[in-house]
């Protein structure tokens, strides 16, 4: 491999899996799940759930992609067999699937960007964003028209996201250093602007305030590993494609626990800012601030909105703010997912990379278009949920288990501890060959439960049979690609490192 091709410092690698990690679900969902689980007291789960399996997988996935070369298909292949190679396809395809839709959500952001010039959403900005901004029909099937709006917002941010990728690293070690520090500055603003609000502390009580009766609910810690493990990218082919750039000085176990640390610390900051705004708004409106509290697109487009319009001073100004740092946290996010997936095809497709990124970026713009019409909503929340909380948990299953029964966790273990400073002993074999197995099993198992009895939010039968269909399609796709490329090892150049 040539110098050109490796990332060119240590730091940049680590921003550029930071970036990828800190995401949306950093900002709409961390503060809730720990609001949900015990407050304070669910940072105990969270943090035994970082140390047992986060951190043991993200070192896993970084001595994949390190001793293989390779994009996740391929490095699966050269470690274990084809079939194993169809683990890493899921992975491709289902990132595929995110990037999609999660370019509808930077399109949203980028047009809010705008509408925070004079507070567009007025009084009331959940009917302006279900009805003014989406149209949101009443059904998955009634599709209506592509909103435009969304649509334009959407090439700028398919356009940024090609930028950053179209010459593989050294377009992403430019764009990194803005798309990371930016949302950090911007965390830290938010945090110290909401300390500085009347009823902040409010906010943060119910944020914070440890319910230690919530550690004897073995839901607070499934609550606890399905952070953990949606959080750090894991599963998503992310950090193996990054991975395979890394410079043989590398030291794999130190970088994977200070992206782990620092995405876990951004997590608790974001939370703060979350909580301490949320805690304003309801002293201005007069009711309890878990009236107030939400998750996911609520919170972003709808609540915070609403806080922002009630800040006393330059409103606009922290709108615009609060939407740029969605932005830069949704970009790094999905430049990454993108350059998963042409780390996967590049091993088999004798083109340049801007051609295969750009190929990929088209097809998931066209893709995309769903996502912008009346019924885009409810199909984002559909695909993003069986997604999620189905295919995603196969994938990590799977890696560990191949990984600890299959390939051997001592043999990984001493690869990687070849190559860091700081070794790992035998407690990794035992994460990998049991304890992250065991919570993701369980995880889906009980996933899978409530799947078979409730439909999915209460969305037709037809709607949730789509997504029960999509898990067993991706993986059945999957093992065709890797049969059909059974006998090709694959167009990468590189050896394996020993």
Not at 204 to 217: E, I, K, R, W
Not at 448 to 471: M, S
Request: aromatic share 16%; glycine share 8%; net charge negative.
């Amino acid at each position: 491999m040539t110098n050109t091709q490796f990332w060119s410092s240590r730091t940049v690698f680590i921003l550029a899996v930071v970036g990828s990690a800190i995401g949306l679900g950093n900002i709409w969902r961390f503060p809730y799940v720990a609001y949900e689980n015990g407050g304070g007291a669910f940072l105990i789960p969270y943090l035994i759930a970082l140390l047992t399996a986060g951190i043991p997988l993200l070192i896993l996935e970084t001595g994949i992609g390190y001793k293989t070369r390779s994009g996740a298909p391929l490095a699966l292949k050269r470690l274990l067999s084809w079939k194993a190679e169809t683990i890493g396809w899921i992975a491709v395809i289902i990132v595929f699937l995110i990037v999609t839709y999660y370019a509808v959500i930077i399109a949203w952001s980028v047009d809010y960007v705008f509408f925070s010039t004079n507070l567009a959403w007025g009084s009331d900005p959940g009917t302006f964003f279900f009805e003014n901004v989406l149209a949101v029909t009443d059904s998955p099937f009634s599709f209506g028209s592509v909103n435009l709006i969304i649509a334009a917002g959407m090439i700028i941010a398919w356009v940024w996201i090609y930028i950053a990728i179209y010459r593989g690293v050294r377009s992403v070690e430019k764009m990194v250093w803005w798309t990371v520090s930016i949302p950090w500055l911007l965390i830290i603003i938010f945090v110290i602007r909401g300390l500085t609000l009347p009823g902040s502390m409010d906010g943060l009580a119910f944020y914070l305030t440890p319910d230690f009766s919530s550690l004897l609910d073995y839901k607070v810690w499934i609550a606890a590993y399905g952070q953990i493990f949606y959080s750090l990218s894991l599963g998503m082919a992310v950090i193996i494609a990054y991975s395979r750039f890394l410079n043989v000085k590398s030291d794999v176990v130190t970088n994977g626990i200070i992206i782990a640390v620092a995405n876990s610390v951004t997590s608790i900051l974001a939370g703060m800012a979350v909580f301490s705004t949320l805690g304003y708004l309801a002293l201005q409106q007069g009711v309890a601030v878990t009236e107030v509290v939400s998750s996911g697109i609520g919170l972003v487009f709808i609540t915070y909105p609403a806080a922002i319009s009630a800040l006393p001073i330059f409103p606009e100004l922290f709108g615009i703010l609060f939407f740029l740092m969605l932005i830069t946290l949704g970009i790094d996010s999905a430049f990454s997912l993108v350059e998963a997936i042409t780390a996967g095809l590049i091993d088999y497709i004798k083109k340049p990379v801007w051609m295969i990124s750009g190929s990929v970026c088209l097809a998931a713009f066209l893709v995309g278009l769903l996502y912008t019409t009346g019924a885009g909503l409810h199909w984002l929340d559909i695909i993003d949920h069986y997604i999620n909380f189905f295919l995603i948990i196969v994938v990590g299953l799977f890696e560990a288990l191949l990984i600890g029964f299959a390939y051997g966790p001592d043999k990984m273990r001493k690869f990687i501890n070849r190559w860091s400073d700081w070794k790992i002993g035998k407690w990794w074999n035992w994460c990998i060959m049991l304890i992250a197995p065991f919570f993701l099993a369980v995880v889906l198992a009980l996933n899978i439960w409530d799947g078979l009895i409730n439909l999915y939010k209460g969305y037709p039968f037809l709607a949730n049979l789509f997504g029960w269909l999509l898990v067993l399609v991706v993986p059945a796709l999957a093992f065709l690609l890797a049969y059909l490329l059974r006998d090709d090892e694959g167009c990468n150049e590189y050896e394996m490192m020993e």
